[in-house]
């Protein structure tokens, strides 16, 4: 399979780096576990506009191995990360026909991280599902709304199209494609061998929560912030629209086209962002937590706060408390 990952300016070389590693290294593997010589299952190689090297962000420089031009019949292209999206765009503006010419020829197409942003601009995700970094969510949803974003997913895959989310989610999409055109032995021994997560499913423990606030409607910002002040209180939703002065109808509208989410998520959000905290930077038992962000009932609070990280209260804290991290490796 000859796979061709375009090298873009200002790019993040680790979303091409991991993914030629990754990708390159199962065809030993696979060798190994056939008892064979070395096989090429994945030709991977870096191209770039001119054949030239590609400044990448932090000054790293990486070297092509050919040109746009140069790449003949691709089964597979894939399009790196890179910070400054609107600018990205702008300058690989001809990419987009290209793009569509190689997809209608059969190739698959890849995107990492923001690299989705390109791919869309094609018009070949409308209808489809992606993803993205989590950050750049609402803001490809704006650019991009007939396309099916599903922030929280690792990988999506439309058949001759895949998205990955996270920069470092390169290592996973090339796991996923190890897995699916190789077989699940060779992928869990790369796994392995680059000391990864085996098909991490979800985003969801690493979004950190960000109220859209720039908006124009004052009435739901006081709310917003009256939420964000008082989440710890016994809140009753169907009483918000009297902070706001308006209907409940007209309340419930008008904070959803707003903030993205309706009241009662909004208010979820705000407590489990700072159970999280809790979770993070304490020892506190959960029931302790969920009391502090407003909740009587632990057991309801625990099924909201996996439902928005796909994980327990005890398996967050395995993961991001600094002070349990440090005692665990021995620091």
Known sequence: MKVYILGLDQSLASSITNLMDVLSMSNEIDAEEKNQRPRIKFDVQLASVDGKAVQCQHNTLLTPRCSFDDIKKPEMIILP???????????????????????????VIGSVCT??????KTGLLDGKSATTHYTAVDYFKRLYPKVNMIPDQMITDEGNILCSGGASSSEDLALYLIQKYVGDRVAVKCAKLFVRDFCRSSQAPYFEFKANKSHNDAQILICQEWLEKNYKENITIKNLPEIARMSQRTFERRFKKATGDTPLQYLQKIRVTNAKTLLETTDQSFDEIAYKVGYNNCGAFRKIFVRNTNLLPSEYRSKFNSNLSCALSGA
């Open 81 to 107: 990360a890179f910070m400054n999206i609107d600018s990205s765009i702008r300058k690989h503006q001809k990419l987009v026909k290209w793009l569509i010419g190689q997809y209608n020829g059969g190739t």
């Open 115 to 120: 690299g989705v942003f390109l791919l869309a």
